[in-house]
């Protein structure tokens, strides 16, 4: 992304003819936190971490600014609070061992995990003056413009293409965990990530209900908002997954909604489902201004109720989205 596309980006008023937020909050399963005390800005976690700042807190954890006082360097400290349950612990350090192995500009770099008597902890890049594309939108009125949130689709796409290419499935995209940052879009918060073996297919072994359970924290946008009919329903994840949530990624941005939120909002798992099984709805009417029909055409695609009508693979997504930027941007 072009530098002056961020600026524009961070400072765009020009779409937005009445404020519209997302209804985020009507998520059909509410955050549960469970509240744990944080460690004190100024605590040293690991001997290393000076923690200088708090950019974020879920029900579970923490992200603060810190400094690693081993190298001086400015760092992004997630920690999981004490006390929590040694299974979570568990799967915070495997998602934090897969994700310091990436290297890609549009996901969030690894560069240590470790724990400190109760705590355990991921220290990453510090990406700082970014926004998450929730702030993004709030900022812009509610939508954006569609070539820009066009570009970040293409730039999540292309993360989730090297992504899907390392066997790797995010399981938890939506708007709050891509960040808007000076190098462009980057996708952050692995924690239910996932290598998977041959064939891009989970064993299965977190649905519906394993993911309500790790991650009832995740603020406005409950998990399940984001997943696909067939995954809301119970069927295995595959990356299918991750590519139906950057459709609706996009399609958030476009319309300040999502699409089965246009009618009435679902008030559950089920009625969320029913939701999903209709084809999202056209965009033109809506926006006050003109798309272009391929725009409709990728969408109706990428939020097919049928995952066989839908796109293959991120790179398909990529390559047919960019065309429409290309042609018409
Ligand atoms: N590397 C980072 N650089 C800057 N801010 C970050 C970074 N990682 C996370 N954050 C901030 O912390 C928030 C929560 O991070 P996230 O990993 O999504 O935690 P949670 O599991 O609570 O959702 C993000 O929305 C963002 O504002
Ligand atoms: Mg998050």
């Not at 929590?84 to 192995?101: D, G, I, P, Y």
């Not at 770099?109 to 998450?132: K, R, T």
């Not at 293409?161 to 390392?166: G, I």
Request: glycine share 8%; charged share 25%; aromatic share 6%.
């Amino acid at each position: 992304m072009r530098e002056s596309d961020y600026r524009e980006a961070r400072t765009a008023t020009r779409v937005g003819r009445k404020k519209s937020v997302p209804r985020l909050s009507e998520a059909p399963t509410q955050p549960v936190a469970t509240e744990q005390a944080a460690p004190r800005l100024g605590t040293v976690i690991d001997g290393r971490y000076q923690l200088l700042d708090l950019l974020g807190r879920g029900g579970f954890g923490a992200v603060y600014h810190a400094r690693d006082l081993a190298t001086g360097e400015h760092v992004a400290l997630k920690v999981l609070l004490s006390g929590e349950e040694r299974r979570r612990k568990r799967r915070f350090e495997r998602s934090a061992s897969l994700l310091c192995a990436l290297r890609h500009p549009g996901v969030i770099a690894g560069l240590a995990y470790g724990s400190d008597q109760d705590l355990v902890f991921l220290a990453m890049e510090h990406l700082p003056d970014s926004q998450d594309l929730e702030q993004v939108l709030l900022r812009c009125g509610g939508r954006l413009p569609w070539p820009d949130a066009t570009q970040y689709a293409c730039e999540l796409l292309e993360a989730l293409d090297f992504l899907h290419q390392q066997q790797v499935i995010h399981r938890d995209v939506k708007p709050k965990n891509v960040l808007l940052s000076q190098r462009g879009v980057v996708l952050i918060d692995f924690d239910l990530a996932k290598r998977l073996g041959p064939g891009l297919e989970d064993s299965g072994e977190l649905d519906l209900n394993g993911l309500t359970e790790e991650r009832t924290h995740s603020g406005l946008t409950g998990t399940p908002l984001y997943m696909a009919p067939e995954r809301i329903e119970g069927g295995a994840v595959d990356a299918q997954a991750d590519l139906y949530a950057a459709g609706l990624v996009l399609f958030v941005l476009l319309t300040g909604k999502l699409p089965s939120d246009c009618a009435t909002a679902p008030r559950t798992i089920r009625e969320l489902s029913c939701a999903r099984r209709l084809r999202p709805p056209m965009l033109g009417a809506d926006l006050g201004y003109e798309v272009p029909a391929e725009l409709d055409a990728w969408l109706g695609r990428a939020l097919d109720p049928r995952p066989r009508q839908r796109f293959t693979s991120a790179a398909e997504m990529y390559e047919q989205l960019s065309a429409v930027l290309l042609v018409h941007g």
